[in-house]
């Protein structure tokens, strides 16, 4: 395929919180292009010089258009990440977009155990996750699918609980909603098509190496 050819770079990146982190960081190591913004409705955006390519996609299609290579490489959470159950290569854990993935119920109807909320309702985004979590604690669930607003979910009687990202609360605190279990936390994280990282291993090599240092750079 033209787009992903052999000296050029392909990058994918998604819309959201991650994005401007995400070119900032990369930009640091070389891999920047002008009108590379979120807000751009070109949606590849090219520096011949850098030979570099910028896919910009909805945060869960990034996985994919890294796992089936027509994205080299690419940044997402670690939370769609996992939901994705895509096959690509982790490359590097980038420390930015931290969050936690929980459980959460209205307040007013918070019950004792975990367990009392058994064979209930869970309005998510991250089905699969949830569903192994709640497996690994013997419990059957009905998962509702939400793509956005999740918290909306028992608030108007759709379901018992939710399954969603936490980052500062207040979400959560603004519709008195409390967490009562965290099942995993979240970072960006790098991300490689696998026959690219066998292709281009050199650059991706280098890429991952200059954002270690970066990063440790960083945390100083
Ligand atoms: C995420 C998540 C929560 C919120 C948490 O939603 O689904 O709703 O952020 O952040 P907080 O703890 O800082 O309040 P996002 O803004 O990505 O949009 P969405 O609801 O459309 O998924």
Same mark, same amino acid.
Do not use: W
């Given at each position: ?7 050029? *770079?392909?990058?994918? +990146? ?10 900032? *960081? +990369?930009?640091? !190591?070389?891999?920047? !292009? ?25 945060? !869960? ?22 939901? /994705? ?5 982790? *490359? +590097? ?12 119920? &209205?307040?007013?109807?918070?019950? &004792? ?10 309005? %998510? ?56 279990? /965290?099942?995993?936390? !979240? %970072?960006?994280? +790098? ?15 280098? *890429? ?13």
């Amino acid at each position: 395929m033209e787009i992903n050819d052999l000296d050029y *770079l392909t990058v994918a +990146l998604p819309k959201g919180k991650l994005f401007s982190p995400s070119a900032e *960081l +990369l930009a640091k !190591a070389g891999l920047s !292009a002008e009108g590379l913004e979120e807000s751009s409705r070109k949606l590849v955006i090219v520096n011949d010089r850098a030979k570099v390519k910028f896919i910009i996609s909805k945060t !869960a299609d990034v996985p994919t258009y890294v796992e089936y290579g027509a994205a080299d490489i690419g940044v997402i959470g670690k939370d769609v990440l996992m939901e /994705s159950g895509q096959d690509v290569y982790e *490359l +590097l854990d980038l420390g930015f977009g931290r969050c936690h993935l929980m459980m959460a119920v &209205p307040e007013a109807e918070r019950r &004792p155990h975990l367990e009392d909320y058994a064979h209930t309702r869970v309005a %998510t985004k991250f089905p699969r996750i949830a569903e192994r979590f709640f497996g690994e604690h013997g419990m059957q669930m009905e998962y509702i699918k939400l793509n956005g607003s999740i918290e909306l979910g028992p608030i108007v009687g759709l379901s018992e609980s939710i399954v969603d990202i936490v980052e500062t609360g207040t979400t959560l605190r603004e519709n008195h909603l409390v967490e009562i279990v /965290s099942i995993m936390d !979240a %970072t960006a994280r +790098l991300i490689s098509n696998r026959v690219s990282f066998r292709m281009k291993f050199e650059r991706i090599h280098r *890429l991952v190496e200059d954002l270690q240092e970066i990063l440790r750079g960083d945390n100083k």
